[in-house]
């Protein structure tokens, strides 16, 4: 079935019907403050729809033809009783209506639509051709929501206010992008993912518009990575930039208590406390159930927090939603039954302190970690909070994630905890825990220094010692 393609005639035609339309519906809404009494402004109200109605037929009876330039047939039948009006459009499909009023508003609406679109798709303007490709990608491909806002953020970032996208698409040329890329890795030093979202968002543009034949030779084809990776940060992060030493997380500690002794509920301090103290995730944090906390009275050293569901995020109509799933990030969908972490002593204070905190404030909450009203708090709101404290206190690392790094390089590994053990209670396996958590603890060289001075026999020594 081959789609219409309104002609210039057509689309002239529909412009100006669509104007003297919004004019009338203008004069309309003027004449709502008349003194005229009701008779009179239905009247008026009445030639008016007229009016309109009459602007719509002309419109659809001029362009409802043939090839030929014939009318195209309107046929009335009556079904069930009941009349219908039908005839077929242009690109062969029925339309039909209970009036003849009815059909010449579907018939109107079908080809404004098409005369609008064609309009639309005459700019050819990079961020304009961005914008069609968006849409065509999210109609074809049933994208989540995140990728496409992810889609635009990356637009955002690299493009919006670039003169490139303001450039006619068909005439930007090979060179034009190797001298915006070049300059852009330059200017900016992007990390090797973010130069690959930039790179994402080249290909939704002219991918699209080599598709639909706006452009014949696609000019992205062109532009070589390891030309412009060189220009990029690659540099693998250090210990020092995503864990914290145990006096940078002291002086957390330090200052959430402050702040839970000067206010009478700090629920995010808590969450804090008790990441630092489990390696959590945010997540994970924020979908902790009361439930989850398994207290053994007859042998406290058994009890333990039940790990096995985490808080997702997504987007809908532009907002964020929270979701609850019962499985965790490792996972990765399915339920394995999550992880137990043995609540310590300091553990299973920081939870009986928020019990006190929240009974003290009337909250009652399925949720470990509830808000005023009872309400969980979103991963998002958590993370920003932290990431606040954490630069208030002139800290590099602002994440959570940091917290279950340093949890594993400076509390699991020096306590000689194995590495199964390790990648067991942070959930996720062996290999992850080797290749990304286990970092030398921050600040190692004085106390490396001091073990050597304190050595009672020289290492490199010849001296034999007799036992």
């Not at 009338?24 to 109605?53: C, E, Q, S, W, Y």
């Not at 968006?134 to 929501?145: D, G, M, V």
């Amino acid at each position: 079935m081959k789609d219409y393609v309104p002609s210039q005639t057509t689309k002239e035609l529909f412009r100006h019907a669509k104007d003297e339309i919004s004019t009338i519906g203008v004069l309309r809404n003027l004449g709502k403050d008349d003194t005229m009494d009701a008779t009179d402004a239905a009247i008026v109200d009445k030639m008016r729809k007229d009016k309109t109605f009459k602007l719509k037929e002309d419109a659809v009876l001029r362009t409802h033809v043939t090839k030929d330039g014939k009318p195209r047939a309107i046929t009335n039948t009556c079904v069930t009783n009941k009349m219908r009006f039908l005839t077929k459009k242009p690109d062969g499909q029925h339309v039909s209506a209970n009036t003849y009023e009815g059909l010449i508003e579907k018939l109107y609406d079908y080809y404004l639509e098409k005369c609008m679109l064609v309009l639309k798709d005459q700019d050819y303007r990079l961020c304009k051709v961005f914008e069609r490709a968006l849409e065509n990608y999210t109609a074809t491909r049933n994208p989540s929501e995140n990728t496409v806002y992810k889609y635009k953020c990356n637009y955002t970032r690299f493009f919006q206010n670039e003169t490139l996208s303001q450039m006619d698409i068909r005439n930007v040329t090979e060179y034009d992008l190797q001298k915006f890329t070049q300059e852009m890795v330059t200017r900016k030093h992007p990390k090797k993912k973010a130069y690959f979202d930039y790179m994402s968002v080249l290909n939704l543009i002219f991918n699209y518009a080599r598709h639909h034949k706006i452009i014949s030779e696609n000019p992205v084809d062109f532009l070589e990575a390891r030309v412009y990776l060189k220009s990029c940060d690659q540099a693998k992060p250090k210990s020092q930039e995503k864990i914290m030493s145990t006096e940078e997380i002291a002086g957390i500690v330090s200052e959430v208590r402050k702040r839970i002794n000067r206010k009478p509920y700090y629920v995010t301090g808590h969450m804090i406390l008790l990441s630092i103290e489990t390696g959590m995730r945010a997540g994970e944090l924020c979908s902790l159930k009361w439930e989850d906390v398994h207290e053994n009275a007859d042998n406290p050293k058994n009890s333990y927090i039940h790990v096995h569901t985490q808080q997702l995020s997504h987007r809908e109509n532009g907002k964020e939603v929270h979701t609850l799933v019962y499985w965790t990030k490792n996972e990765k969908g399915i339920s394995q039954g999550g992880r137990r972490f043995p609540i310590t002593a300091k553990i299973r204070s920081i939870l009986d302190e928020l019990r006190q905190k929240q009974a003290a404030a009337g909250i009652h909450s399925d949720f470990v970690f509830a808000d005023e009203n009872g309400e969980w708090i979103s991963a998002s709101a958590y993370e920003k909070f932290l990431a606040r404290l954490c630069k208030s206190q002139g800290l590099n690392v602002t994440n959570n994630h940091a917290f279950r790094m340093s949890l594993n390089s400076n509390v699991f590994i020096p306590l000689g905890i194995p590495v199964t053990t390790r990648a067991l209670l942070l959930g996720h396996s062996v290999e992850v825990n080797l290749k990304f958590y286990s970092y030398a603890e921050k600040d190692t060289l004085a106390e490396v220094c001091n073990l050597l001075d304190s050595s009672l026999v020289d290492p490199w020594s010849t001296q034999k010692i007799c036992l």
